[in-house]
């Protein structure tokens, strides 16, 4: 495996692969690696050959008083898992290198990134879109892998793939939960065992929701606030949002339709300090005989 720090490097490596009539595969990361990265490297190298990783804390993403400073990093430990997984290349870019002194371009995809998590972190999406197209356009992929934890994130960067044309297919793979169905998220290190605990609130409001569906409930006032009814059950937790989408447009879905997600976030942890932004989601879709089918 080779780790590669330089866009020039980045690129040449990938262009010889490609000239070689190989089908590059990519996974871009911000580290702090866990079990959710460890499957989209997976179905990476099932699929591709060389498989690229990237691993850059992008701070583009963060707001001026979110945690890029102690978000966790453990590049040796990171490279050694990537390694034992079939990675080829990790690029590994400082920011400086992906963000030049009079850096002054930004993406933004109108529509999609303004509610929910683009109104709890103003800037994060056009961060993050940005991001994703610099390691795009230097690695040029076939297809890069992404998790379904960050749904929304997800639907925006199928969006902007869609609408610039790109080359590379934003493939979006199922969440990876722990044994207790607590979503996997490298900001779950932050979490001490009470807020641990009280983190599961999130995915048993979930199930909640889902015990609702399946019991045959249509109208999505019922079904959030059986998810929010959960997650206000614990003093840990306070709700950010709770709310039913349609998949491909992101509005409000006021009775269940095809295919809608149910998007929930929240802090955790003592109020007083600071508490750990947690996100997950649950899919709704319907099958040929119309039965609703819902994926955690």
């Given at each position: 495996m080779e780790i590669i720090r330089t866009i020039d490097w980045m690129k040449q490596a990938s262009r010889a692969a490609?000239?070689?009539?190989?089908?590059?595969?990519?996974?871009?990361?911000?580290?702090?690696?866990?079990?959710?990265?460890?499957?989209?490297?997976?179905?990476?190298?099932?699929?591709?050959?060389?498989?690229v990783a990237s691993i850059f804390v992008n701070p583009a993403q963060f707001g001026?008083?979110?945690?890029?400073?102690?978000y966790p990093r453990q590049l040796e430990k990171d490279t050694a898992v990537l390694e034992a997984a079939g990675v080829d290349f990790v690029f590994v870019p400082d920011?400086?290198?992906?963000?030049?002194?009079?850096?002054?371009?930004?993406?933004?995809?109108e529509g999609l990134g303004d509610r929910l998590e683009g109104k709890s972190r103003p800037?994060?999406?056009?961060?993050?879109?940005?991001?994703?197209?610099?390691?795009?356009?230097?690695?040029?992929?076939?297809?890069?892998?992404?998790?379904?934890k960050d749904a929304q994130q997800a639907?925006?960067?199928?969006?902007?793939?869609?609408?610039l044309n790109l080359d590379a297919e934003i493939k979006v793979l199922p969440i990876v939960r722990e044994p207790d169905g607590l979503a996997m998220s490298s900001r779950n290190s932050y979490l001490n065992a009470e807020d641990r605990r009280a983190a599961t609130s999130l995915s048993r409001g979930l199930a909640a929701a889902a015990a609702k569906i399946h019991a045959g409930e249509r109208n999505s006032d019922t079904i959030v606030q059986a998810a929010?009814?959960?997650?206000?059950?614990?003093?840990?937790?306070?709700?950010?949002?709770?709310?039913?989408?349609?998949?491909?447009s992101f509005e409000p879905v006021v009775v269940l339709g095809e295919s809608s997600l149910l998007l929930i976030a929240a802090l955790v942890g003592d109020s007083a300090a600071k508490p750990v932004r947690l996100i997950d989601n649950m899919l709704i879709t319907r099958d040929a005989g119309g039965k609703f089918l819902v994926t955690l």
């Open positions: 490609r000239e070689q009539g190989r089908s590059v595969g990519f996974v871009p990361t911000m580290g702090a690696l866990h079990e959710g990265h460890l499957s989209l490297v997976r179905a990476a190298v099932a699929e591709c050959s060389p498989v001026p008083s979110e945690d890029f400073a102690k920011a400086a290198e992906i963000y030049p002194q009079g850096f002054r371009t930004y993406v933004n995809v800037g994060h999406f056009r961060g993050v879109a940005t991001v994703v197209l610099k390691l795009l356009e230097i690695v040029q992929p076939a297809a890069a892998f992404f998790g379904r639907r925006i960067l199928r969006q902007m793939a869609r609408d929010r009814t959960v997650m206000q059950s614990e003093p840990r937790v306070r709700v950010d949002y709770v709310e039913l989408v349609n998949e491909e």
